[in-house]
């Protein structure tokens, strides 16, 4: 078991197994109907997420324009919901077809709130890819078009995840189980 900051963490998605499925992701996403794709990363836990499946969009095909998005969520994985935007894209998202990239689809607020201001601003479309799917924790009615791996219900760090702005150098998704 990996120790970091000494702490011991459970490995729950290996390196190798994220390469893999972002691969999959990729070829499915070329396989879709997107256009013109402008992907927009939902900062900041899905960084490293969107600087892989970016080059393997590549692999695929695909020639996407890259933007971020910075999103605070109050209260995430909490009841608390409540949704603002920190910082906003460059890019005039009307008429575009957009896929939107997230470390972890929970509530869902993030990326209801996201989406819904992509669509108000006239994109063509908004498909959502998310790395992980904490389904049991929805509350808004929002679902993604594309997941990486189904999530257990537990508070996961690494591959750009945090706790308090640490761990998220971590080549791998893991579970912080406690001291080493
Ligand atoms: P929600 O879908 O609006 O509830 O928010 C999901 C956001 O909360 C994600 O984009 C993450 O940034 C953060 N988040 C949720 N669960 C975890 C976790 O287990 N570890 C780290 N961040 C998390
Ligand atoms: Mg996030």
Redesign the pocket.
């Given at each position: 078991m990996p120790i970091v900051r000494n702490k011991k963490i459970e490995v729950l998605f290996t390196a190798k197994q994220i390469a893999r499925r972002n691969h999959e992701l990729s070829e499915e996403i070329a396989l879709g109907d997107l256009k013109n794709i402008l992907v927009i990363s939902?900062l900041k836990?899905?960084f490293v997420f969107a600087a892989d499946l970016i080059r393997a969009l590549h692999k695929a095909g695909l020639t996407p324009e890259v933007e971020f998005i910075s999103i605070a969520?109050y209260g995430?994985?909490t009841s608390a919901?409540e949704?603002r935007l920190l910082r906003d894209v460059d890019s005039d998202v009307k008429d575009r077809d957009i896929l939107l990239i997230?470390?972890?689809?929970?509530?869902?607020?993030?990326?209801k709130f996201t989406r819904d201001l992509m669509l108000s601003r006239g994109a063509r479309k908004v498909s959502i890819v998310t790395l992980l799917d904490?389904s049991m924790?929805r509350?808004s009615d929002i679902n993604a078009d594309y997941v990486g791996f189904e999530?257990p219900d537990?508070?996961?760090?690494g591959y750009g995840?945090?706790?308090g702005h640490a761990f998220r150098e971590l080549p791998f998704v893991g579970v912080v189980t406690g001291d080493a």
């Open positions: 939902v836990g899905s969520s995430a994985g919901g949704v997230d470390d972890i689809l929970e509530s869902g607020n993030t990326m904490k924790r509350k999530c537990k508070f996961v760090v995840m945090d706790v």
